[in-house]
Each structure stands twice: as C-alpha cells, then as structure tokens.
C-alpha cells in the first residue's frame, strides 16, 4: 500500500506532495475504513454523514485533510498558467470540453480524489494475491523469473521499462490470473434507466443489477479449469490470438466495463507489472507455510489475514 501510494501522488502530482504522504496515506486510510464501515452495517448505511459521530467526524476530517492537498497542488498550478508539469494534473488541467471550456475546480477535484483513493489499493491487493498465488505454485514461480531474467538480465541487470512490457507476456499472465481469480472489485452495480429486459427477466427503471467478477472470472463456459491458477491460459496458443481478445465482451472485467470502465485500469495494470517484475528481478519470496489465507470480500476483496512471506536476495 505505501509502495502504490507514493507511485500514484507522484503520477498525479509530481513531487509537490512527497513530503505529506505519511499524512495522506492515514487520511487514505480512515476514508476506506469508513466507507467498509458503512458496507458492514446496515445502520450506519443508512446514518448520514452530518450526524456527528466519532466514526463521521474522522471521515469528515480526512476527507478535509485530502481535499486541501488537492486544492492546493491545482490553485499553484492553475496559478502557474496550467504548464505541463509532465504528470496526470496537467493533463486534466490542459483538457478541454468540445466548446473549449476547461474543467472546473470541483470536476478537478473529484477526478484526482477518485484516482487517488482507487489508484492504489487495487494495485497493492493485485500484487499481494499474485504474490501469495506465486508461493503455491513453484512451477509457475520458476517460468515468471526465467522470463524477468531473459529480458532484463538477471538480478544484476536492469530494471523494467515501459517498452519491456510485451516482451513480458507471462509475467503480464501471472498478473491477468490473478485478477481473474482475486478482482479487487469483487462486483459491480449498474441501475437500470429505463424498464427493460435481461436474459427473460423484467427490470425495472432504477432496478439494481450486481455483476459478480469473482462469479463470472470461474465461469467453465469461458475458462477451462477455472479453479486453477494457470498464467499461461493468457499466452497465444498454436498461432490463436491471446485469450483476451477470444473472450466475449465482460467474461472478464476486472475493472469493470461500458461507460463506467475504471478510469485506470490500464495504468493499474500497466503498474502491477512492472512492479511484478521490478521485485521479482532481484528478491525470491519464500511463503511461510502454515498461513491459511482466504478473501475477505468488503468495499475491496482483502486477504483475511496479512500474507507473510521472507525475502531472499537473488543472486547474479
């Protein structure tokens, strides 16, 4: 979590915002914690956010503590005539509407607040599931770090870039596989605006539908041995193109999909792979046995406990 939390201030802003990131993460924190709060119990599901309980007054004030590091980085640089400060800020501060008209500070503010708070925990639980699914299966550990090492050199070589990412087709597998066995996003909602109808079913206007990732990700139709932790299901197969291009539209969507896709999802994944091989290039992780892990599915699908393992440094 700390890892992707300082990746994604810096994406968004720079190095503006490098000293305050201990006081961002907790603020981060306290947000999610409340918002699964929430999940978790029906009452404060439906108590409102003004009544002033200890649980809404910390929320309120971390909310604060984001909005005004927010609002200061995109006043400095409004401020600045919105030069290209080579990061995501300055792409939504150049960006305009097809009459020319640029964002408002509240649209700048809820973008950047939305990449913000889902920019990294999904990444940091991608990792942390590739890495425990890694530990059970040492033969697909062994092909991971025999491709890491052809392409970058070996544990004296050099890091991963950007260009390396498809020359790293099963390293890119071992993430798609595990967001297809543990989604961050365990499901989705969608309201319907209109009555309509789905598979024979009637919905109505305003009628909620959940599409289930964790659900449809083991669906025997579109994933043989669905159960299985199998990378390689993702590589061309005898000249076929790549699983994901012969899936049909949402058997897998881990970021979900249509107009509400994530904003982000090819950042996070961009992300998640390059961090895979970055670590894996130079540390081995042994998974300390006797852990019994299952996923605890609340405003993300978390481990039920934490995920230990040792590091080894990799040897040239």
Known sequence: MGL???????????????AELA??????????????????????FLLPDTVPTPGNRRYQRAVRRLEETVYRVIDERQAALAADAGDLLSMLLLARDEDGSPMTRRQLR???MT???????????????????LGQHPEAYEQLLAEIDSVLGGPDGRP??????????????????????????????????????VGGMRLPKRGQVIASQW????????????????????????????????????????????QRLCIGAGFATTEA????????????????????????????????????????????
């Open 115 to 133: 990449l913000f708070l889902a920019g990294h925990e999904t990444t940091a639980l991608t990792l942390s599931w590739a890495f425990l699914l």
């Open 160 to 197: 991963p870039e950007a260009d390396d990412l498809a020359r790293l087709p099963f390293t890119h597998g071992v993430i798609d596989e595990s967001l297809r066995l543990y989604p961050p996003a365990a499901a989705v909602t969608r309201l319907a605006i209109r009555d309509t109808e």
């Open 273 to 316: 792979v390059l961090l895979l091989a970055s670590v894996c290039r130079r540390f081995r992780l042994e998974l300390l046995p006797g852990q019994a892990i299952t996923p605890k599915l609340s405003f993300t699908l978390r481990p039920s406990a934490p995920i230990r393992v040792r590091l080894h440094a990799r040897a040239a």
């Open 4 to 18: 992707t939390l300082h990746i994604v201030a810096k994406t968004l802003f720079g190095a503006e915002v490098t």
């Open 215 to 258: 659900v449809l990700h083991r669906d025997p139709r579109y994933f043989d041995d669905p159960e299985s932790f199998r990378p390689e299901r993702w590589l061309p197969d005898q000249g076929q193109e790549p699983l994901a291009r012969r899936l049909p539209r949402f058997a897998f969507f881990p970021f979900g999909g249509g």
């Open 23 to 44: 006081a961002i993460g907790a603020a981060t924190e306290t947000i999610l914690s409340h918002i699964q709060s929430r999940i978790d119990n029906l009452f404060l």
């Open 110 to 112: 809820d973008e950047v």
